[in-house]
């Protein structure tokens, strides 16, 4: 269940959790008990849940408790740094990049989860068909457009990308404004345009729902900002500092999750949570469970596999 933090944790006191030196070749025991909580981020996005879905249900299966914060992407940096959150598993790069700097000394790069990404401005079709397929072609449907592009939530590094576009002035769009909202709220937007004809331009990402949901194209020409092949990004799993090594169960387990664009969008398109779309998920390929759970024990030391299938009435 997701859980708003009901304070900023930017103003909180670190949490002091005492190192626990383990070597790489561990006899098979129980995990130590601060590592039988895990806690994780989430910026509120549907991808992320999907996610944090498969996790969640792996980790509840092999006996942990598991919790997830709606945080925005910045402050669940600083829960990272703060060691209130473990891990995220929405790092998008190069998106990103600027909180990777900041941050380095704070998390450690667990893996890359997810590769093959699109992250970059979009229009619906009939807006492409009416001339509007780069970023350069924006600014001759001002008017249409009502000179604004809408964004995700506050605080998005995309967001402050399209921000120094409009600063510099580049593609003549020193008059526009970013509208910042969350994701589902820049979704109905879309959608309310979408129904009437209207002409909008607005993040687009895959794997995303949106791509089944609405006939919209991808515009070039934002190389500059987002990167080629239309934002191409990798999506990486991040924890605070030192995690796997004070739990190095949870922390082989999140080195083993690797994921594909069809997993992920057959998830996030479903109509369930995403915790329950996930163990559905994995109850109809459970072929992928041989992998993510390799060299993982449950909690108290048990090899996973077996009972994480017990749990999810796998066969």
């Not at 944790?9 to 995990?31: E, N, R, V």
């Not at 997993?263 to 992928?288: G, L």
């Amino acid at each position: 269940m997701k859980k708003a933090l009901p304070f900023s944790i930017a103003g909180l006191k670190s949490i002091g959790i005492a190192s626990l030196l383990i070597g790489s070749s561990f006899a098979i025991s129980a995990a130590p008990e601060q590592c039988k909580k895990v806690t994780f981020s989430d910026p509120g996005w549907t991808d992320i849940g999907a996610t944090n879905g498969i996790a969640i249900t792996l980790l509840k299966a092999m006996g942990y408790d598991t919790q997830v914060y709606l945080l925005s992407v910045p402050v669940g940096f600083e829960g990272l740094k703060n060691a209130e959150i473990d891990a995220f598993m929405g790092n998008w790069m190069p998106a990103q990049s600027a909180f990777i700097d900041k941050y380095k000394d704070n998390v450690d790069v667990v893996r890359t989860n997810l590769e093959g990404v699109k992250f970059t401005l979009a229009v619906p079709t009939y807006v492409f068909d009416a001339g509007v397929k780069d970023f350069a072609d924006l600014h001759t449907f001002s008017k249409e457009f009502r000179q604004r592009i809408y964004g995700i939530d506050a605080g998005a590094p995309a967001n402050q990308k399209l921000q120094n576009m409009i600063d510099s002035n580049d593609f003549s769009l020193q008059d526009w404004k970013v509208v910042e909202s969350g994701e589902q709220a820049m979704l109905s937007q879309v959608a309310r345009s979408v129904k009437r004809d209207n002409f909008i331009v607005f993040l687009a990402w895959e794997p995303h729902p949106m791509n089944v949901n609405f006939d919209l194209k991808y515009l070039t020409g934002g190389d500059e900002y987002f990167g080629p092949n239309y934002g191409g990004a990798t999506i990486r799993t991040l924890t605070r500092k030192g995690y796997s090594e004070e739990c190095p169960n949870v922390g082989k387990l999140l080195n083993n999750l690797e994921f594909t664009l069809t997993m992920e969008n057959e998830i996030i398109d479903s109509s369930e949570k995403p915790e329950q779309a996930a163990a559905n998920w994995i109850k109809a390929h459970p072929e992928v469970l041989e992998k993510w759970l390799q060299g993982v024990t449950t909690f108290e030391g048990n090899p996973a596999l077996p009972v994480v299938k017990k749990q999810l009435d796998i066969l």
